[in-house]
T-cell receptor, first 114, second 111 residues
Framework: SAVISQKPSRDICQRGTSLTIQCQVD?????MFWYRQQPGQSLTLIAT?????????ESGFVIDKFPISRPNLTFSTLTVSNMSPEDSSIYLC???????????FGDGTRLSIL | EDQVTQSPEALRLQEGESSSLNCSYT??????LFWYRQDPGKGPEFLFT???AGEEKEKERLKATLTKKESFLHITAPKPEDSATYLC????????????FGSGTRLLVRP
């Protein structure tokens, strides 16, 4: 399966600032996704990163708060904007090659907001 | 509404003590059910995909089964290294390829 690298692995940020998280895959993939895993909780899909077009956001998530880029088939970024303590979470990138096939995950970015 | 429920929330086993984890789901037209293992500080690691009722998959001490309403992850003679959180997810119909995750079962296997 693809090797997925996320940067940074963790960060501590000040309230009101923004952070961009990078996801790099070692091979071209059809689909890339961004999930959030709040402390002690399971994974919730934020959005699907579409190559060459705007991301598709899930209910409860908006582009102004979580802008996403996907310039090619191996790279995507997620920005967490105007952060508040409620944004403290693990943010995970996943990739998929086809429908009905498993998604594979990076190790996540652990974000704490002070 | 599509939903995935896992039980128990936490499970403590003695090494060698077999048990099962449950994943019940309600989804209109299951495309696939996925089991993942997540270790602390890591992303979920893919274990199995199940597509239709009656299907079974096996890997080392783990065996996953699927019915029309639920899936079981059976752990036979577990070892301490099997300690992790086990996540179940379903893929709903439609074109979004979205995975809906359960809240997971935290498994601790004591030596």
């Amino acid at each position: 399966s693809a090797v997925i690298s996320q940067k940074p692995s963790r960060d501590i940020c000040q309230r009101g600032t923004s952070l961009t998280i990078q996801c790099q895959v070692d091979s071209q993939v059809t689909m890339m996704f961004w999930y959030r895993q709040q402390p002690g909780q399971s994974l919730t899909l934020i959005a699907t990163a579409n190559q060459g077009s705007e991301a598709t956001y899930e209910s409860g998530f908006v582009i102004d708060k979580f802008p996403i880029s996907r310039p090619n088939l191996t790279f995507s970024t997620l920005t967490v904007s105007n952060m508040s303590p409620e944004d403290s979470s693990i943010y995970l990138c996943s990739v998929g090659t086809d429908v009905n096939q498993p998604q594979h995950f990076g190790d996540g970015t652990r974000l704490s907001i002070l | 509404e599509d939903q995935v429920t896992q039980s128990p929330e936490a499970l403590r086993l003695q090494e060698g003590e077999s048990s099962s984890l449950n994943c019940s789901y309600t989804v209109s037209g299951l495309r696939g059910l996925f089991w993942y293992r997540q270790d602390p500080g890591k992303g979920p690691e893919f274990l199995f995909t199940l597509y239709s009722a009656g299907e079974e998959k096996e890997k080392e001490r783990l065996k996953a089964t699927l019915t029309k309403k639920e899936s079981f992850l059976h752990i036979t003679a577990p070892k301490p290294e099997d300690s992790a959180t086990y996540l179940c997810a379903v893929q709903a119909p439609g074109s979004s390829y979205k995975l809906i995750f359960g809240s997971g079962t935290r498994l601790l296997v004591r030596p």
